[in-house]
């Protein structure tokens, strides 16, 4: 039996929708890839009464980010809301919580990446990041190789 690693998303875009629905429609194929079962335990969205592209199962939906930094299950965050402020502190703070990051934030990379990646070694953590996080790519990737 494999063990599980509980995610938590920020952001519901376009993107944050596809790796939503990757992780919750293709579990079995990313566990046999992984070895590992992904559970999308929340999402964080600015709207929550937002029409959307993909079904969510009810408790998954949250307006605060919070609500992932602070649970102790979650082991990864996928930050997926672009921008400088508020995707840093949220980054940071999920590190300093012990949590891994993946993000396909380019210009928060840019602009703050030497502090970022200081943090995630100060804290143990991993920060991952790819140029897209269509399909899930990243979280296999880094997974794989963590």
């Known amino acids: 039996m494999s063990h599980h690693i509980q995610v938590g998303l920020i952001g519901l875009g376009t993107v944050g929708t596809g790796v939503a629905r990757v992780l919750l429609e293709k579990a079995r194929a990313l566990e046999a890839r992984v070895g590992s079962r992904l559970v999308l335990r929340r999402i964080c969205d600015r709207d929550l009464r937002r029409k959307r592209a993909l079904r969510l199962p009810p408790g998954l939906l949250t307006a605060n980010a919070k609500d992932i930094l602070r ?58 990041f790819e140029a897209s996080v269509g399909g899930g790519i990243p979280i296999i990737k880094a997974l794989r190789e963590g």
């Open 71 to 128: 649970d102790p299950d979650i082991q990864i965050v996928i930050e997926l809301i672009g921008g400088l402020e508020p995707a840093r502190t949220l980054i940071l703070e999920a590190m300093r919580r012990g949590k891994h990051v993946v993000t396909a934030n380019k210009a928060l990379l840019a602009q703050a990446g030497r502090e970022l990646f200081r943090a995630a070694e100060r804290a143990g953590v991993d920060l991952y």
